[in-house]
């Protein structure tokens, strides 16, 4: 049997993360390299996330703080678009 090493680049965009809430009243920024994103809030909490490719151009974040609080979206090449807990919608952009 043949094996391959997994390539060592992603399609993951390395970046600074700039999230605002819909609604106002709130925001996240941050910094991701390849798959790991760290982002922190208005309040200086601290949110550690991945980036998963899906395919086509469409990759899905996960993030979660030290509180057990998370939110979850996808991205396109229009922005990025998380939910929250509560509904709350976040649009974003890697700068």
């Known amino acids: 049997?043949?094996?391959?090493?997994?390539q060592g680049s992603t399609s993951v965009p390395s970046g600074y993360y700039r999230f605002e809430n819909v609604r106002g009243g709130g925001?996240?920024?941050?910094?991701?390299?390849?798959?790991?994103?760290?982002?922190?809030?208005?309040?200086g909490a601290e949110w550690n996330g991945t980036a998963e490719p899906q395919g086509d151009n469409v990759?899905?974040?996960?993030?979660?703080?030290?509180?057990?609080?998370?939110?979850?979206?996808?991205?396109?090449?229009?922005?990025i678009l998380l939910r929250d807990e509560r509904g709350n919608a976040w649009r974003g952009f890697i700068e």
């Open 1 to 6: 049997m043949i094996y391959r090493r997994k």
């Open 27 to 43: 925001t996240l920024f941050g910094f991701g390299t390849g798959e790991f994103v760290r982002l922190r809030d208005e309040y």
């Open 59 to 79: 990759i899905r974040y996960r993030f979660s703080n030290q509180h057990g609080k998370t939110i979850s979206g996808m991205s396109d090449s229009c922005g």
